[in-house]
């Protein structure tokens, strides 16, 4: 603790707590966003907003690209697979993988999750003022360090 004793440390000034803790609450308002207008979990909004940038992907690909745990992403698969909103099939290039592929349905969804998604990123922003391309830098270079770890 470099010369720091427990009742010194200041944990509120602690950047790696500040950071979760923001994240867990920013994430928590968008994720209540998406339960309340479409009974969808925040795990199946990544899966889904992934799948529409990307087209059909295996929960592996899903897991570098989102950094989101595997058996979470398997699940919200699982879910928005029984809702009609993705497909499942046998990668053919690789049959230990499964590709997940979003529906017609499923792409409905996500241009109804848009606007909802751009009306909180309107509202972060408008919070942040004119830091908000610094802070996108900032996070940027926290995510690629790690990255390189």
């Not at 899966?47 to 398997?74: C, F, N, W, Y």
């Not at 499964?98 to 792409?107: I, P």
Request: include cysteine; aromatic fraction near 6%; hydrophobic fraction near 40%.
């Amino acid at each position: 603790m470099d010369g720091q004793t427990v009742e010194s440390f200041d944990l509120d000034g602690f950047l790696p707590y500040r950071l979760c803790v923001a994240a867990n609450h920013v994430g928590r308002e968008f994720a209540e966003r998406f339960r309340a207008a479409f009974s969808i979990s925040l795990a199946e909004w990544r899966v889904l907003a992934h799948l529409s940038q990307t087209g059909p992907v295996s929960v592996r690909e899903i897991h570098a690209a989102v950094d989101m745990d595997k058996s979470k992403i398997s699940r919200a698969a699982a879910r928005l697979e029984a809702a009609g909103h993705i497909t499942k099939q046998e990668n053919p290039r690789d049959r230990r993988l499964v590709e997940l592929t979003l529906t017609t349905e499923g792409r409905a969804l996500v241009d109804r999750l848009i606007p909802v998604a751009q009306s909180f990123q309107d509202e972060l922003t408008a919070r942040l003022g004119p830091d908000t391309q610094v802070v996108f830098d900032a996070l940027s270079r926290l995510a690629e360090s790690g990255d390189a770890t």
